[in-house]
């Protein structure tokens, strides 16, 4: 079981352990269904594993860990008690208009975060009182607060010192989920290179008896 570093792109394993397997494969008979054979991955497959790596992240990029902040919904809280929505019979329609209304005012980043984070009546209700609260203090703005459930909390993140010497807490741009989701893509591509070259060259043939 010895590894072979030497030359990683061809081989990881020694000339002992690739005779051991082929042999191995040759004396597999499977029911006699499968011919044993060592081809390598075809390339079409492998551009097909990249291809839907890059397209997952190209489809999602604005969405992995983007954190809803309590700024998202203070159109919301500031219509919830208007006589507008009031008239209105049910929660349904409550929210209907209440969206409409606060994605019609929103820039288009807001935009995009209402339509990943929507909220129902019972939740605006819950959250309502944390974000009024909230905006009678003056140490941090609204998007530095994340909503959690039916909670509103400082964001844990520490990002540049403001003019007053007060640091940000807002989510880094860069740090939407990309790190961790690259780390174990990394990972991913790692463990699969190491366990193909583990196994004999496709050049060579498993020897059947």
Not at 36 to 59: D, G, K, W
Request: hydrophobic fraction near 40%; charge should be neutral; charged fraction near 20%.
């Amino acid at each position: 079981m010895a590894w072979k570093m030497d030359n990683p792109l061809y081989s990881l394993s020694d000339e002992q352990e690739q005779q051991q397997i082929l042999k191995m494969w040759g004396e597999e008979r499977m029911g006699g269904l499968i011919h044993p054979a060592n081809n390598r991955l075809p390339f079409p497959l492998t551009f097909l594993i990249a291809l839907i790596i890059l397209t997952a992240f190209m489809l999602t990029m604005p969405i992995w860990g983007q954190r809803p902040t309590a700024a998202i919904y203070q159109t919301h809280v500031e219509l919830m008690n208007s006589p507008e929505v009031q008239k209105l019979a049910t929660p349904e329609e409550k929210m209907k208009f209440i969206n409409n209304e606060a994605y019609s005012k929103a820039d288009n980043a807001l935009k995009g975060q209402l339509e990943r984070h929507p909220i129902d009546w019972y939740d605006l209700q819950n959250l309502a009182p944390h974000i009024i609260e909230l905006q009678k203090q003056t140490k941090y703005p609204l998007d530095n607060f994340t909503v959690l459930g039916d909670k509103v909390v400082l964001a844990n993140f520490e990002g540049n010192f403001r003019a007053d010497g007060v640091r940000e807490r807002k989510q880094p741009w860069w740090d939407k989920g990309y790190t961790i989701d690259v780390f174990y893509v990394a990972y991913y591509c790692l463990w699969m290179f190491i366990m193909i070259k583990r196994l004999p060259h496709f050049t060579k043939k498993p020897v059947t008896t």
